[in-house]
Structures are given as C-alpha cells and as structure tokens.
C-alpha cells in the first residue's frame, strides 16, 4: 500500500492511477490521516475477498467494528411494531379533529 499527501496526489495523479491499475491501493492522507483511498475499479485476479478488504481496513485503523451486532428480524419487528404508525396516527386524529372544529 502507497500513500500520499493531497498535495503529492494533484502533482502526480497520472502515476498514482497507474499504480493502481497495477493493483496497488493508494492512500491520500491530509496531516497523516486517511482521508480517501485509490482502488482499482475492476479486482485483478489476485485481489482480496470482501471478507479480507474489510479485516484489512479493520486493522489499518480505516473502519471501525461497530459496537453491537446488527438488528436480528425479530428485534426489527419489534421496533417496527412500537413504532411506525402511532404516534402519526393519533396527531393525525387530532389535528383532523380540530379541522372538523374549525380552528
């Protein structure tokens, strides 16, 4: 993996995208941190699973694991149940009430 500055990235681009043609990620950093990353826009034939592409941002500090494990089918039910609906329905009564009383 390369990196460069922003500064570095606008002199050289036309290097930097044949770098990774040749399957090389380029990092471009701005004060040293990551700000975006040059990847090839067609996987050559060695590249990584999405598996591996993701573990890999993991451990460069990229991506960050989330805190919890995603929502299972029945935990979005449940939200979904208390939730979409409701509190919509009974405002919208209310202000069809006070329409019908004219104010």
């Known amino acids: ?5 922003i500064s ?3 002199d050289t681009l036309g290097a930097l995208i044949d770098e990774v043609k040749g ?5 471009i950093t701005e004060g040293g941190i990551p700000v975006a990353e ?4 067609i996987p050559s034939e060695t590249a990584e699973s999405d598996e591996e592409w993701i573990e890999s941002r993991y451990t ?5 694991r989330p ?3 995603p929502l299972t089918a029945a935990e979005l ?8 609906g409701k ?17």
């Not at 040059?38 to 826009?41: E, F, K």
């Not at 460069?60 to 960050?64: A, N, W």
């Open 38 to 41: 040059l990847v090839a826009a």
């Open 60 to 64: 460069r500090g990229i991506l960050t």
């Open 23 to 27: 399957g090389e990620t380029v990092v």
């Open 67 to 69: 805190r919890r494990s």
């Open 77 to 84: 039910d449940a939200w979904e149940d208390r939730i979409v």
């Open 8 to 10: 570095e990235a606008k």
């Open 87 to 103: 509190p919509a329905s009974g405002l919208l009564d209310a202000l069809l009430a006070e329409r019908e009383e004219g104010r």
């Open 1 to 5: 993996m390369k990196t460069a500055t």
